[in-house]
Nanobody, 122 residues
Framework: VQLQASGGGLVQAGGSLRLSCAAS????????MGWFRQAPGKEREFLAT????????FYADFVKGRFTISRDNAKNTVYLQMNSLKPEDTALYYC????????????????WGQGTQVTVSS
């Protein structure tokens, strides 16, 4: 399976962005998709997960109410809607696939996209 993340860019504080992660290759119906981010000099940080079947979601506490993960099964695409963005949200954002529900450790993910840069200006 291959993952292609897109949708990053430069946005002012308070603005919104929607990231996309297109999956191709083998069926992901039994997989869980996650979003992470990594700022320079920091560890990769868990944001949210969603199951392909059923759409069960799970969020890191600090993004609840601001970020929303969703998926379009027909398009094999997972989204991360980010609202009320802050300068501290500036990072490289990654999508990834895992076989574990509620997986927050990057080591639990077997496939990663290439990352898309989000920059939030103050």
């Amino acid at each position: 399976v291959q993952l292609q993340a897109s949708g990053g860019g430069l946005v002012q504080a308070g603005g919104s962005l929607r990231l996309s992660c297109a999956a191709s290759g083998r069926s992901l119906s039994s997989s869980v998709m996650g979003w992470f981010r990594q700022a320079p000099g920091k560890e990769r940080e868990f944001l949210a997960t969603i199951t392909w079947s059923g759409g069960t979601t799970f969020y890191a506490d600090f993004v609840k109410g601001r970020f929303t993960i969703s998926r379009d099964n027909a398009k094999n695409t997972v989204y991360l809607q980010m609202n009320s963005l802050k300068p501290e949200d500036t990072a490289l954002y990654y999508c990834a696939a895992t076989n574990y529900r509620f997986a927050t450790d990057p080591k639990q993910y077997h496939t990663w996209g290439q990352g898309t840069q989000v920059t939030v200006s103050s």
